[in-house]
């Protein structure tokens, strides 16, 4: 059975960082490339960040570049999001996403940026 | 960055009508389209994949078509458990931008 299970979110004050983890299992993880994904509070999913297979390709949301960095770890199954400088707009439950070829959803974390 | 619309936005349909929704893309995105159905608190779940292709385990109920700029996801009779939002995704470059989402309810 494919999981994805995500992990450290929390409370942090505006300008706070948060560093998320995926741990995986089910699959072989080199073989896909890996993505988070967020959900504001009674707002649309909005795409954020992906890593290829391997940490050679990485890509992000404008509205997160030059503040959180992805990265991988085949050896243990992971993947995580460092959050940095967040903000209020960055509250969401963030979701860690298996990609192409065959997409699977993890149940997601939940991060709060308030003071 | 392609823009990605749905539509509509919400509808409201009784058991075993068939419904409809539209997505548009501002650029040909060829065939890489997912559909998602989500229900509150819970974790999107893929039901068509490659605009048309449906995903193991998901009723014959749901289906997608079409390629390039638009595509159209059908439910061929509705169920009370197909009460939720559904979501279109690009994915043929980055970003992988979903649809804004359609609301779904029953009568």
């Known amino acids: 059975e494919v999981q994805l299970v995500a992990s450290g979110g929390g409370l942090v004050k505006p300008g706070g960082s948060l560093r998320l983890s995926c741990e995986v299992s089910g699959f072989t993880f080199s073989d896909y490339a890996m993505n988070w994904v967020r959900q504001a509070p009674g707002k649309g999913l909005e795409w954020v960040s992906a890593i290829s297979s391997f940490s050679r390709h990485i890509y992000y949301a404008d509205s997160v570049k030059g503040r959180f960095t992805i990265s991988r770890d085949n050896a243990k199954n992971s993947v995580s999001l460092e959050l940095n400088s967040l903000r209020a707009e960055d509250t969401a439950v963030y979701y860690c996403?298996?990609?192409?070829?065959?997409?699977?959803w993890g149940q997601g974390t939940q991060v709060s940026v308030s003071s | 960055d392609i823009q990605m619309t749905q539509s509509p936005s919400s509808l409201s349909a009784s058991v075993g009508d068939r419904v409809t929704i539209t997505c548009q893309a501002s650029?040909?995105?060829?065939?890489?389209l997912n559909w998602y159905h989500q229900k509150p608190g819970k974790a999107p779940n893929l039901l068509i994949y490659?605009?048309?292709n449906l995903e193991t385990g998901v009723p014959s109920r749901f289906s997608g078509s079409g390629s390039g700029t638009h595509f159209t996801f059908t439910i061929s009779s509705l169920q009370p458990e197909d009460i939720g939002t559904y979501y279109c995704q690009k994915y043929d470059t980055f970003p992988f931008t979903f649809g804004p989402g359609t609301k779904v309810n029953v009568k």
């Open positions: 996403v298996r990609g192409i070829p065959k997409w699977a």
């Open positions: 490659d605009a048309s």
């Open positions: 650029q040909g995105i060829s065939n890489f």
